[in-house]
């Protein structure tokens, strides 16, 4: 049995497909761990909807910001753009089975001595506080106020994250942490940064370069900066290598960290 970890994938169906015949994955003996942004900006979204759930216990998937603005559009909380690929799953006759199901997936895995999440995590936070904030959003997500959560975290202003944070402005916040996080300051102040590192704006760093980082002794898995692209440190395993940019669709096995790799599609 091996286990995956396998970055965006963004609606890259076929890329994928090529990447699981690449390392050869049996859904009976092997896993999948995917690091969100399964959907959008690619192809055909619906197809690695439909074909990631159906692996049922063999995949594991932690939501990314694409997938959150999937379900935001789908409750009328956000409007699609024009570059936006996702009409195939809001029209799909399983809608709703799919979407149900997205939404249940969780922002965090923490199993071993590995933790995967889509973006990063703050220098304060300890995989532990990381674990119980990631909880804390899921519930929410899983109950009847889905929909309030998903409107505050499109429309909300940013605010710096603080222990004493409560209610949506809390929840909010940890979710953007979790889902789009680059860099960030050592007091913790997020910015929309998304060019390559060595571009970081001056007073921010990518947030694993903090020598204060509390989670540094974990092995951090994630994904979501795609100008960054594959990025792997004693523990950190970056796996956003720009699939849905043309470059390529990447697995890192993760019992010995073998890298596999297939070439990506251009955006359409």
């Known amino acids: 049995m091996a286990t995956y970890a396998i970055g965006d ?66 409750e009328g909380v956000v409007d699609l753009r024009a570059k936006d690929t996702i009409r195939d799953v809001l029209d799909a006759e399983d809608r709703h089975e799919l979407l149900q199901w997205l939404r249940r997936r969780p922002l965090h895995h923490h199993e071993g001595s590995f933790f995967m999440i889509h973006a990063g995590l703050l220098p304060q936070w300890t995989t532990q506080d990381a674990d119980q904030l990631a909880g804390e959003v899921e519930t929410v997500l899983r109950g009847h106020g889905f929909r309030m959560f998903l409107q505050s975290l499109f429309h ?69 900066w795609a100008a960054l692209g594959l990025h792997i440190e004693t523990n950190l395993l970056a796996i956003d290598s720009g699939c849905v940019w043309g470059r390529q669709l990447t697995a890192v096995r993760l019992e010995d960290r073998s890298v596999f790799q297939v070439d990506g599609q251009t955006r359409r």
């Open 9 to 74: 994938v963004q609606g890259c169906h076929g890329a994928l497909q090529r990447l699981l015949d690449l390392i050869q994955f049996h859904p009976s003996c092997d896993r999948l761990w995917f690091v969100g942004d399964l959907v959008n900006r690619g192809p055909d979204s619906l197809g690695v909807l439909r074909y990631i759930r159906s692996l049922g216990s063999s995949a594991r998937v932690v939501l990314g910001n694409h997938d959150l603005f999937l379900l935001a559009v789908a």
């Open 156 to 224: 909300e202003p940013v605010v710096r994250w603080s222990p004493s944070l409560t209610g949506v402005t809390r929840l909010v916040t940890v979710a953007r942490v979790l889902t789009r996080l680059r860099t960030c300051t050592t007091a913790g102040d997020t910015s929309n940064f998304s060019g390559p590192p060595e571009a970081t704006p001056p007073g921010y760093f990518p947030w694993f370069r903090i020598p204060t980082r509390r989670s540094a002794n974990t092995t951090l898995i994630t994904g979501h």
